[in-house]
């Protein structure tokens, strides 16, 4: 059985703008037709949860990209042909495994916040906070523009008829 969506925000809640993932998550926590979840870090277990999923998305904090700036972009399955056995995976390693372990193959997406500092400390800059909400809007648009079944839920049934 193909379940709807799922999120996970995932980053370091104590090392500043590394929490913005988990922040996402905590925005998003009542999306409609999809599962949401917050970590520390992405590690192997998790692939059993991409087992029967239509579409994944990751939201993590990002150095590469302005403070506050959001990006997206699609992830496919990739890594060594055999990942290692470690406590943290990349997206893209997370997908392989589930791929591998259960022949899950879900649409999945990266949505990334630019963030400014990982001191340690539990407050986002002020324009990683201000960005939240963006982030969570984008993993809304995606989720929607996915049109995946979420079970019971009658609001996307009417919509679809």
Known sequence: MIE?????GYGNALCGDDGAGPGVARLLSAVDGADVSACGQLTPELAD??????VVVFVDAAATIEPGAVAV???AASGPSEPGLTHH??????LLLAERLYGARPRAF???????????????SPRVAAALPEAAA???RLLAAA?????????????RR
């Open 89 to 94: 995976f990349s997206p893209e390693a997370l």
């Open 110 to 124: 990266l949505v990334t916040v630019g963030a400014a500092s990982f001191a340690l400390g539990e407050d986002l």
């Open 49 to 54: 949860d991409l087992r029967d999923r239509a």
């Open 73 to 75: 972009r699609p992830l």
């Open 4 to 8: 709807a969506a799922l999120v996970i």
């Open 138 to 140: 984008v993993v809304r």
């Open 147 to 159: 049109e995946v079944r979420c079970g019971p839920c009658p609001e996307a049934d009417r919509r």
